[in-house]
């Protein structure tokens, strides 16, 4: 969420960065002053009246204690119509409070400068590209095909238990999934980041902290019993853990990693770029999150996204790196990298991992704080990224592995599966 104070003092910086999304809301930004402006108007007649109803009520005291009863009365009675006064401004300053959080809610963060203006995935900036496709055998299959010869994931199966997008994952196709859940939390851990096992349920008040509340209700499946909600991603309890926490500068930066899995409704996904592993209701992933110091934050972002593609380089993956243009962010980011396999088999670029940096926009809505070391308490920055999301990994695998005699495991792989080939 974006800070009252920034939008009226950067109106015009706000208006120009809405537009890089193309945000198609901009009216909301002048309506966001506009409150604002009579909201501090109000909030200033408030304190104001108080002060005076307060000196009055300090006055009434003194009298009574010297015996002066008939100026307190006087006094007293003056004073009814201001705790009226009081209360209507108090009333207005709630109602003008909540407006002005309906209006913040709906504006997305800002893109950083180097983010470009753009509405789809064909507009974002190709970053770079590393290695060649794989050179794959001439009758070379899709993974849903590799899936089903080699009997390692059922989807049928899954749709009989609750649903498509649920797959069942069988034999050494659950050993692989566990062998990259474990490769992708060492791997992490050897670089710093403290591993968590967070709930895969949160309250509202977690969603909306990260920003998935009220943006992305309908895309989270949600228990309405106890009103809470399947996280989409590690991320929303993790970063979650420091809501409301003020933090030291020296704990900076905060580096956490989680492996859960994530539960999407992915309404209205259609077409066959959902097929087989490609787009899931339900899937494994091993999350990165950081909290920063604003200052380093895009260092950070930097570092995130190397170590993404150091992962993909041990697993001998050809990728590729983007960075998002406006429109095709995350509500929340300021600036995003996608990192995309090469299918040669589907012939497609299938995106693995996401890393943002969101800076304060979700520590406003958390109340993630810091201390500098002058005293000073400000907002964190945030980041989170996929290291990695498993399904198109594992789909990326299979395919980029197969040979006519079975489906090679990478090295890096095989101390986790215990076995070096699917055959």
Known sequence: MLQVNYIRENREK?????????????????????????????????????????????????????????EAEVIKSKTASQ?????????KLTEL???????????PNLPHHLVKPGTTPEENEVVLVHGEPAKLPANAKPHWELTAKYDIIDFELGVKITGAGFPVYKGKGARLQRALINFFLDEAIAVGYKEMQVPHLVN???????????????????????DLYLIPTAEVPVTNLY??????EEDLPIKNTAYTPCFRREAGSYGSHVRGLNRLHQFDKVELVQVTHP??????????????????????????????????????SAMTYDMETWSASQERWLEVSSVSNVET???????????????????????????????????SILENY????????????????????ID
Do not use: W
């Open 14 to 70: 706000v208006l120009e960065r809405l537009n890089v999304r193309n945000f198609k809301q901009p009216e909301l930004v002048d309506q966001i002053i506009s409150i604002d402006e009579e909201r501090r108007q109000t909030q200033n007649s408030l304190e104001n009246l108080t002060a005076e109803a307060n000196a009055a009520a300090k006055q009434v005291g003194e009298l009574m204690r010297t015996g002066k009863k008939e």
């Open 83 to 91: 705790k009226e006064s009081i209360k209507t401004l108090g009333e």
């Open 97 to 107: 409070e909540q407006s002005q959080f309906n209006l913040l809610v709906q504006l």
């Open 204 to 226: 509202a008040a977690s969603g909306f902290g990260t920003g998935q509340l009220p943006d992305k209700e309908g895309q989270m499946y949600h228990s309405t019993v106890d």
């Open 243 to 248: 809501r409301d926490v003020i933090l030291k």
């Open 295 to 332: 200052d380093k934050s895009y260092d950070t972002l930097e570092e995130m996204s190397t170590y993404v593609q150091s992962l993909l380089q041990k697993l001998g993956l050809h990728y590729r790196v983007l960075r998002l243009c406006g429109g095709d962010m995350g509500f929340g």
């Open 361 to 395: 926009f979700q520590s406003n809505r958390s109340k993630i704080r810091f201390k500098g070391k002058e005293g000073k308490t400000q907002l964190a920055h945030t980041l989170n990224g996929s290291a990695l999301a498993l399904p198109r990994i594992v789909a």
């Open 402 to 421: 197969q040979t006519e005699n079975g489906i090679i495991i990478p090295e890096v792989l095989r101390k986790y599966t215990g076995f070096d080939i």
